[in-house]
């Protein structure tokens, strides 16, 4: 529905995203093996996505179209930076694979 609100990312970082997003949001844990799949038409349907900034997460979210109703938290890792892709590439246009995209918002700086 498009009432609805996501909270996407894994079991130990879901109560940081609950507490930055709204009251009424639906928590989809995609970590979860019952989780719906695919969950791309849920996240379509969503007026607004709360998500970790992982690869995977931030690169499917721009590539879907969600990014305008996306907020991301970036979680500390050691091999990721999280923080640096969120600002680096947030607004980042991404069509066809994304590759080309991602090089161009990476060697811009």
């Not at 995203?17 to 019952?34: C, I, Q, S, Y």
Request: aromatic share 8%; charged share 20%.
């Amino acid at each position: 529905p498009s009432a609805c609100r996501w909270c996407c990312s894994q079991a130990d970082e879901l109560a940081l995203l609950r507490a930055a997003a709204p009251r009424d949001a639906v928590t989809l844990n995609l970590h979860d093996a019952t989780a719906p799949f695919p969950a791309a038409p849920l996240l379509r349907a969503a007026e607004g996505l709360w998500c970790g900034a992982g690869y995977n997460t931030f690169w499917e979210v721009q590539r879907l179209g969600l990014a305008a109703r996306a907020h991301f938290t970036a979680f500390p890792r050691r091999l990721d930076d999280q923080a640096w892709r969120v600002r680096t590439c947030g607004g980042a246009q991404v069509h066809g694979n994304g590759a080309d995209e991602l090089i161009a918002a990476i060697l811009a700086g």
